[in-house]
Nanobody
Framework: QVQLVESGGGLVQPGGSLRLSCAAS????????MGWYRQAPGKQRELVATFTSIGITKYADSVKGRFTISRDNSKNTVSLQMNSLKPEDTAIYYCNAAIRDFVSDYAEDYWGQGTQVTVSS
């Protein structure tokens, strides 16, 4: 069984910073893509930042220059440093990863439980 557990959400004032972390655990053979999505009330879930299966980083235009994604392959973790936060960044942030376990011949898509980020004065 593979699990993704996020941490680091909370309430922050506009212009502030937060750091989200996600750790993958369980019967992991290999992790391919790993990154972050978010979903604001009444909106569809959207990509925030990710490492693709070939190690390329992708960012949503709305967060470029403010957010930085990092990954530690030795610990199966991915983090998201969020600076200059805006009220429109308020959402539930979800960790996502494509992981192959020791039983399967292919990778499956996994999601964390989500962590709330609220940007408000």
């Amino acid at each position: 069984q593979v699990q993704l557990v996020e941490s680091g959400g909370g309430l922050v004032q506009p212009g502030g910073s937060l750091r989200l972390s996600c750790a993958a655990s369980g019967s992991i053979f290999s992790i391919y893509a790993m990154g972050w999505y978010r979903q604001a009330p009444g909106k569809q879930r959207e990509l925030v930042a990710t490492f693709t299966s070939i190690g390329i980083t992708k960012y949503a235009d709305s967060v470029k220059g403010r957010f930085t994604i990092s990954r530690d392959n030795s610990k199966n973790t991915v983090s998201l440093q969020m600076n200059s936060l805006k009220p429109e960044d308020t959402a539930i942030y979800y960790c996502n990863a494509a992981i192959r376990d020791f039983v399967s011949d292919y990778a499956e898509d996994y999601w964390g439980q989500g962590t709330q980020v609220t940007v408000s004065s």
